[in-house]
Structure formats: C-alpha cells, structure tokens
C-alpha cells in the first residue's frame, strides 16, 4: 500500500528538541521530492520545507518561520524522511504532516500526505 | 512572498448546489496553483493540480480554473461528503504559501 506514517510526536518544552519520522511505503523514497507542512490547532495550513530528490541532491528549501531550526532529513534505505526541530517555541506547536510530490507541467505537487503527528511545545 | 487570499472565507451552501470558491495571488503564478480539501481530524486531500488538472480518482463535479492571479474552485452540485475547508496552494516560488481556506458547511 502506498502510504506515509508520521511519528515522534510529543510534549516538548520551548527550547528543546524533537526529530519527527515519516516512514514510507509503496514507492520509491529515493525518486520523490518531500515535503513538511505544519497546522497550527484551529489554524491553517504552513508549508515547513522541503527535500528535493536524489537526482537534485536532496537540496533543501525552507520557510523563514524555520530557517536554522529545523533540518530536512532522509534515509532512503530506511524508507523514511526526517525533521529535526531545535530551539522549539510555543508558536511551533502543531500537528505536522509529511508529504509526497508528484512531477507534473514542470513543477510538483503535494498528491500523498500523512496522517500528521502533534506536536507540543510547552512549559 | 506571494501571498493567497480566498473568498469567501465561509460559505453555507445546500447539497446540489453550484459552489465557487476564488484564489488570489499577490503576483502572477502561471498556472503552479493546486487545491486540497480537507475535513476535521483528518489530512488535506489534493484535489486539483496544474490549477485545473483532476486529481486521481476526485469526482468530475470537482474543477478549476484560471492563470496568473485569479483561480477559481467550482464544485457542480455539491454532495454531503463535500462539507470541509479548501485551501489554494502556490508552487510558482519559496515559501510555497496556503491560502486561508474556505470553510463549506451545511445551510
């Protein structure tokens, strides 16, 4: 079955460090660019970054919001993407979703995501 | 950053209803929009890409259309699955950006 399964979710206070997993199945981890996007509770939809391909060199893109926290992983032969978040802060407090890109009319798009997994980040 | 606005933020709708919803963006996008549906607990769903390509196995009723800065969302008759919040993707450049969303509830 194709599917991705985030884990590593949990209670952290600000300051501190979480390394989410995202396991993949079904396909070919090593072909696809991923991304990260965040949902604040009640809140909207933030795109965190993303892993470009083994073909682009799993270069990395992230939002401003992030930048110099929180580092885009993966091990392919593990099937799995990673996000190491340091120095959390209240505001980094969210269910976090992993997703799968798909190649089409020059661009990719998010077409496979997890199920999320929430982190918290409080005294 | 390009930044997405949707409207209506809300909108109350019967089923076999015809529903619109409108994507901005701040500058021109060509056509890098995608739309995803997404319902309470649950992750968002692509239902749209290329802002007018059918996602795999989404039903017709579901289409898009537009170019540049103006994309539209338009759902033929909607069916009592369809109540949830959309939102509008850009992919033109980083940070790729969501718009706030549409929330489509029952009237």
């Known amino acids: 079955e194709v599917q991705l399964v985030e884990s590593g979710g949990g209670l952290v206070q600000p300051g501190g460090s979480l390394r989410l997993s995202c396991a993949a199945s079904?396909?070919?981890?090593?072909?696809?660019?991923m991304d990260w996007v965040r949902q604040a509770p009640g809140k909207g939809l933030e795109w965190v970054g993303r892993?470009?391909?083994?073909?682009?060199?799993?270069?990395?893109e992230y939002a401003a919001s992030v930048k110099g926290r929180f580092t885009i992983s993966r091990d392919d032969s593990k099937k799995s993407l990673y996000l190491q978040m340091n120095s959390l802060k209240t505001e980094d407090t969210a269910v976090y979703y992993c997703a799968r890109d798909y190649y089409d009319s020059s661009n990719y798009y998010l077409d496979l995501w997890g199920q999320g997994t929430l982190v918290t980040v409080s005294s | 950053d390009i930044q997405l606005t949707q409207s209506p933020s809300f909108l109350s709708a019967s089923v076999g209803d015809r529903v619109t919803i409108t994507c901005r963006a701040s500058?021109?996008?060509?056509?890098?929009l995608a739309w995803f549906q997404q319902k309470p607990g649950k992750a968002p769903k692509l239902l749209i890409y290329a802002a007018s390509t059918l996602q795999s196995g989404v039903p017709s009723r579901f289409s898009g259309r537009g170019s540049g800065t103006e994309f539209t969302l338009t759902i033929s008759s909607l069916q009592p699955e369809d109540f949830a919040t959309y939102y509008c993707q850009q992919l033109k450049s980083y940070p790729l950006t969501f718009g706030p969303g549409t929330k489509v509830e029952i009237k």
């Open positions: 079904g396909f070919t981890l090593s072909d696809h660019y």
């Open positions: 500058q021109g996008i060509s056509s890098y």
């Open positions: 892993s470009r391909n083994e073909i682009n060199s799993y270069s990395t």
